[in-house]
């Protein structure tokens, strides 16, 4: 929020975070959408986001689906001539879009990762069974049924545990206590 | 004796890759050489908390980092994720002051400084580097002679960087499997995404990304894949049957932990290798080696 009212325009706002510090290099070559497997998916390429971003279209970009279809393979990182660091934007975008609020509708994928965070947040680890029931609490229980077969495989060869892993009560709070500190400091880098 | 401090991740402790963990753990001990896991651990954060909350990420493996440092060895993972998030910590912390600032401010609030000291690497690192192929050669028991294997790398053990292998074709794992006497079958889509965290979100999104990895290993004769990633052995095994549903397929590809094909082949206790946790049954593949 801080950097947003400093910054000019979008590309400033960005540029001025890791993975936005070279956007003004891109040429526009498009090596990153021809490397990105869910290209196809987005409402802008990788791309366009970046073309996007420099022509100042804040909104546009922030209410897409398209960094929220991003895999994190970083395919496009390693193959940009410019050294873009296009995953690092794309991550750097949800981030915005989250404490702005504009969480896409059309894809569950900010609820998954609300769900995973909200168990990190508060015990310090994963459990992947609470992970789980958690999400599809929050998004649709009925899109549940759809992977009872995985799941009932999963359990059968006891790879679905109810026990979550624990850290001592003192590195609970430790966690905590940094978490806490990292989000009074605006969450962004 | 070589001497590591092991960051297991979630997943690989007592999560669904727990078969992971413990041959990783097995493993090491054949080959003379000593994980100690991390006192008091939390997650790394993976992708999701660095898509919400960047600062809040790299702060969570900067803890690790901390905890790591105090006692002075590499810290390795099984995992992937844990290791692109461990290692973007240190690189953030060394190329971007500000953010720099942020995070030491972040960890002083629970007590905590770190001095930047902790090299983190992938255990696959590790095998071929430190140990190397000759050694681990020299430990085999049970050759692994006329097993077609596809090693599947994934995604973040090479990319966006790494220190030991090729970040689009890389041939560590192959090499490896050549080392216990299986044969690497060529594998191009070996480093290609397996649909990561969007199994969950975006189903089918992943499972057409899992159809072209399989076209690629069983088009290539290979009996079995081999993984270094607790979510990339998750979506091929467990979903392997939503992809033979989705696109009419016969997939039988057992997916193994490259560390339990290891065991296999130096002779490990099968009971510690965890090779039950398959979906798609190992046995009949591995069957003369064991």
């Not at chain 1, 059968?156 to 430790?174: D, S, V, Y």
């Amino acid at each position: 929020m801080e950097k947003k009212a400093l910054a000019n325009s979008f590309v400033e706002e960005i540029g001025g975070s890791p993975g936005g510090e070279e956007i003004r290099l891109c040429i526009q070559c498009g090596t990153c959408t021809a490397s990105c497997p869910n290209a196809d998916r987005m409402e802008h390429t990788p791309s366009q986001i970046i073309a996007m971003v420099r022509a100042d279209m804040r909104e546009e970009v922030l209410k897409s689906n398209a960094m929220w279809y991003c895999l994190s393979c970083y395919m496009c990182t390693a193959r940009c001539p410019r050294g873009v660091q296009i995953t690092e934007l794309m991550h750097a975008l949800e981030g915005i879009a989250v404490r702005e609020h504009l969480s896409h509708g059309r894809t569950l994928t900010p609820t998954m990762y609300r769900s995973f965070n909200d168990f990190v947040y508060s015990i310090g680890t994963l459990p992947e069974v609470g992970f789980m029931a958690w999400y599809y609490m929050l998004s649709n229980p009925l899109k549940a049924i759809k992977v009872m077969p995985v799941a009932i495989d999963l359990i059968k060869h006891g790879r679905l545990r109810i026990k979550a892993r624990r850290l001592t009560p003192e590195g609970t709070k430790q966690v905590k206590a940094i978490l806490d500190k990292a989000e009074s400091l605006g969450g962004a880098i | 004796m070589k001497y590591y401090s092991y960051f297991p991740g979630c997943s690989s402790s007592e999560g669904g890759a727990r078969a992971y963990g413990d041959s990783t753990l097995a493993v090491a001990k054949a080959l003379d050489v000593e994980f100690k896991e991390l006192d008091d651990w939390n997650c790394c954060g993976s992708t999701p908390y660095n898509s919400f909350d960047e600062l809040a990420s790299l702060s969570l493996s900067g803890r690790n980092l901390a905890l790591a440092e105090k006692r002075g060895f590499d810290l390795v993972t099984p995992c992937s994720s844990c290791y692109v998030m461990l290692n973007r910590t240190n690189t953030y912390l060394s190329k971007y002051p500000k953010a720099k600032a942020k995070i030491d401010e972040a960890l002083a609030a629970g007590g905590l400084k770190y001095n930047g000291t902790i090299k983190v690497r992938h255990i696959l690192d590790v095998f071929v580097r430190d140990i190397g192929y000759e050694a681990v050669k020299a430990k085999v028991k049970k050759n692994l002679g006329g097993l077609k294997v596809a090693a599947y790398y994934g995604c973040q053990i090479v990319r966006p960087k790494n220190d030991f292998d090729h970040t689009e074709n890389p041939t560590s794992m192959d090499r490896l499997v050549e080392s216990l006497g299986g044969e690497a079958v060529p594998f191009p889509m070996k480093s290609r995404c397996c649909g990561a965290s969007l199994i969950i979100s975006e189903q089918d999104v992943a499972v057409d990304l899992l159809k072209k990895i399989f076209d690629s290993a069983a088009g290539n004769g290979a009996q079995c894949m081999i993984t270094v990633c607790p979510l990339c052995q998750t979506n091929l095994d467990a979903y392997q049957s939503q992809v033979n549903k989705k696109y009419h397929t016969s997939f039988n590809l057992p997916v193994l932990f490259f560390t339990q094909l290891m065991g296999v082949a130096l002779g490990v206790d099968q009971k510690e290798l965890g090779l039950k946790a398959g979906i798609v049954p190992a046995e009949p593949v591995l069957a003369k080696y064991l």
